[in-house]
């Protein structure tokens, strides 16, 4: 989930069909329509590489699902189920069960690709903002700076225990949000926004095996992300900033890593976005990437609430 940092706490394109290529060769739309219905407020994103597509929805816990190729997302898990209420940070294992971090709800929801509930593990008093997915579930903890971690074993999940407290960090954390891990597993990447003062915002490496936690010595920006997509040894992080005329603009910082992710070096800046576009966290689809409009901060969100693709940036 996003917040400005100073506050702490479209048009379809008709799609064409083309004789039976790769996925990654055919025509898709550069927008997509989550949902029409009022007061949505999209906030997580998953894309499968079969082009599946997941978005949740922050305002109502709903996830809606589609296909890359196609315009128009639907309603997968009603708003609410399973005490759903709240859906933030989703992703997709390699056997198809999606994870979703339920914000204030404290739970992750796991459940199969027909979308029947598998566990439903709680972290009471926590804000469960994003989920990543390695020997175990990692999921960041905005309320009180904490990352918390399931096992896996086979198909079961395990209990949520907390796994890092804010006392682990060189700093205590401002606002935890986006989490990546190395295709490795070795090492998760966590992205601070900070308390809203400048210069709070900070990437972390945390070593999986021993839990040790460094700060990523970031140059060239900010790296203090909502979203995060790591893709070798490039990420890809959501970032909000002023716009210079009393507001707020939001983009897509890339940066590139060292071999042992200790450095950052943002190399690229997507076009930016205003803020009645709000958008929080990203996927890849094949050779572009796809940001959530949240309209989390645009003061009269209006559907249709969408996805989509990064301007400027791949």
């Known amino acids: 989930m996003k917040i400005l940092l100073a506050a702490a706490t479209a048009g379809m394109t008709v799609l064409t069909i083309v004789p039976q290529p790769a996925l990654a060769e055919a025509i898709r739309p550069d927008t997509y329509v989550v949902s029409r219905e009022p007061g949505v407020r999209p906030e997580g994103i998953a894309v499968t590489p079969a082009g599946t597509m997941y978005v949740t929805s ?138 809203g003062e400048p210069g709070t915002e900070r990437l972390w490496r945390v070593d999986l095996a021993d839990r040790r936690v460094t700060e990523v010595a970031v140059t060239g920006g900010g790296m203090g992300a909502d979203g995060l997509l790591l893709d070798g040894n490039r990420l890809y992080g959501v970032v909000n900033f002023p716009d210079g005329q009393g507001g707020w603009s939001f983009a897509v910082n890339l940066a590139l890593l060292d071999a042992d992710r200790r450095k950052a070096q943002v190399i690229r800046q997507s076009t930016p976005a205003p803020l009645a576009q709000s958008p929080t966290t990203l996927a890849r689809d094949a050779g572009r990437l796809l940001w959530v409009n949240s309209q989390l901060n645009a003061p009269d969100p209006a559907p249709p609430f969408t996805v989509t693709e990064v301007p400027g940036l791949h």
């Open 58 to 195: 922050v305002a109502t816990g709903a996830v809606y699902r589609g296909d890359t190729r196609y315009p128009s997302l639907h309603p997968f898990l009603p708003a609410g189920a399973d005490g759903r209420t709240r859906a933030a940070g989703v992703q997709v294992d390699r056997h198809g069960r999606l994870y979703v971090a339920g914000w204030d709800t404290g739970a992750l929801f796991v459940y199969a690709p027909d979308g029947t509930l598998l566990a439903r593990r709680v972290a009471a008093g926590a804000a469960l903002n994003d989920v990543a997915i390695a020997d175990a579930v990692y999921l960041t903890d905005s309320a009180t700076g904490t990352v918390w971690r399931a096992a896996l074993d086979g198909t079961e999940v395990g209990a949520l225990t907390r796994w890092l407290a804010p006392v682990d960090f060189p700093t205590a954390p401002g606002f935890l949000n986006g989490i990546v891990v190395t295709a490795d597993g070795r090492v998760a990447l966590v992205a601070d926004q900070g308390t």
